[in-house]
């Protein structure tokens, strides 16, 4: 099978430049100059005149919920959003049911994902205060990072402490395989919590301020020093605020093996947003004001802050209410539908460059979790994994297009400018122009 695509502009962390593609047995076969192979050479021709090619943008933080809450979402609707969003790879999040704290656990999962994957799949395990013995095994079946909760647990997931992120970051050291923490101080947001409650607050600013940035910041630096105590790989899961960016890039400088991302919402909300969005926009740290805002931005365009990523975290509308009080609705909501339109109108707004986002969005994640060449670059030999888009694209996020088993998103209702036109998985086109086609033929990525 031979898909060619002409007339495009492909884009590189480096570069961008007039070429024509050729993808043969799901692999890049050639980029040449435009116009030098005929239309004969190939199976299917995709013209790409006026549009973008960029390597398949990757997802380093989904929650597919896919076993044990699929009253949310499950594998085959949020890979079925990634598809139409334009993401072709996908690192979902260990907090399901059972949670993936041992082999048993993560060949559950495995089964349950099954023949529902429309985009490539990676997986992440858990590691909890009581699992380390089983991190070999998870490690020997092809897990590619582990998430640890510090403190804030989502959905009743177990915590670990800084002594497992430590010993975790020790055991893993030689293996290059990452701990993703969620770092949040539980003490300090469980006072202030009570504070803000016993004050009656009941608007939604009140879910910003009862995460303080000290209770990013203060759990961010104890876990970059468990790791640099031992000389383990430390990544910082959705930073949210201008001194997390600091503290990132000061560990950077001084030698520490510390990777981070951000949130396409909190480089595109701010804090003036919480009034019209209500609980929608709700995330764990939150968004906050214009000038952390600035500083992700920043930390972006220099380097400092690795990665994108959605934390796509769906939840039903009973989840996300707010009637029960500000304080009981659910953190998080759908995102990964809607990445690439969202950072295209960033770099439309001139705010990031479309090499930054080709370098955050592909590039990094791929190296970051030992992928690279095979995905995250559009050279001979790698994976024919595309996100071909059209900069100029305007158009209004509906909740009801969505893919997801939820629809609620803090971009419902958004203009955005610039959208994915065709999806290209291992030299398969899977959506066109917003429709999702074939079966699902994504594979494990272990
Ligand atoms: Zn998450």
């Known amino acids: 099978m031979r898909l060619l695509i002409k007339n ?35 199976d299917q021709v995709l013209d ?32 079925a959003a990634a598809a139409v969003g334009g993401v072709t790879t996908v ?16 060949r559950e999962k495995l089964a349950a994902i099954r023949g529902k994957a429309y985009v490539d799949y990676a997986l992440y395990g858990l590691l909890t205060s009581d699992n380390y013995s089983h991190l070999p095994e998870l490690v020997d079946a092809g897990v590619r990072g582990f998430k640890c909760l510090m403190g804030i647990s989502a959905m009743n997931t177990p915590t ?47 879910h910003m301020e ?10 961010v630096e104890r876990a970059i020093m468990a790791a640099e105590a031992v000389g383990g790989r430390i990544h910082i899961a959705h930073i ?24 396409p919402h909190n480089l595109y909300f701010t804090d003036a947003d919480y009034l019209r969005k209500g609980s929608s926009m709700f995330m764990n740290p939150p968004i906050r004001s214009r000038e952390d805002q600035e500083a992700l931005l920043e930390g972006l365009r220099d380097g400092t802050v690795d990665m994108i990523a959605t934390d796509h975290a769906p939840h039903s ?3 996300k209410s707010t009637e029960k009080g500000v304080f009981s609705a659910k953190s998080g909501f759908c995102g990964v539908e809607t990445e690439v339109s969202v950072m295209l109108t960033l770099v439309n707004r001139g ?53 997801s088993r939820s629809k609620i998103t803090a971009f419902d209702g958004e203009e955005l400018t610039g959208a994915p036109v065709y999806t290209v998985l291992r030299g398969k086109v899977i959506m066109d122009h917003g429709r999702l086609l074939g079966s699902p033929s994504g594979i494990f990525l272990k």
């Open 8 to 42: 495009g502009t492909v884009v590189t962390p480096k570069a961008s430049f007039a070429a024509d593609l050729l993808a043969e047995d799901g692999r890049i076969a050639a980029v040449v100059r435009t116009g030098f192979l005929a239309d004969a050479a190939a």
């Open 48 to 79: 790409a005149a006026g549009l973008h090619i960029l390597p398949g943008i990757m997802d380093p933080h989904v929650h597919f919920r896919d076993p044990g809450h699929t009253y949310k979402e499950d594998f085959a609707t949020g890979s």
């Open 91 to 106: 690192f979902d999040m260990p907090n399901n049911m059972p949670r993936t704290v041992g082999l048993e656990e993560l």
């Open 160 to 206: 670990g402490r800084d002594v497992d992120i430590w010993r975790g970051a020790a055991l893993l050291r030689d293996t290059g395989i990452p701990i993703s923490v969620h770092a949040e101080d539980t003490q300090i947001v469980d006072v202030v919590r009570s504070e803000l409650k016993a004050a009656q607050r009941q608007d939604p600013l009140a």
């Open 210 to 219: 009862s995460h303080p940035v000290i209770s990013e910041t203060i759990a």
């Open 240 to 263: 949210s605020s201008r001194d997390t960016v600091h503290l990132v890039r000061k560990a950077k400088r001084r030698g520490v093996r510390v990777s981070c991302e951000v949130g």
């Open 317 to 319: 509308e009973e989840e």
């Open 351 to 403: 705010l990031i460059s479309l090499e930054d986002y080709v370098r955050a969005g592909s590039e990094n994640v791929a190296k970051l979790f030992r992928l690279y060449p095979r995905k995250g670059c559009i050279q001979p030999g790698s994976d024919a994994d595309l996100t071909i888009v059209d900069l100029s694209a305007r158009h209004v996020v509906h909740r009801e297009d969505l893919h």
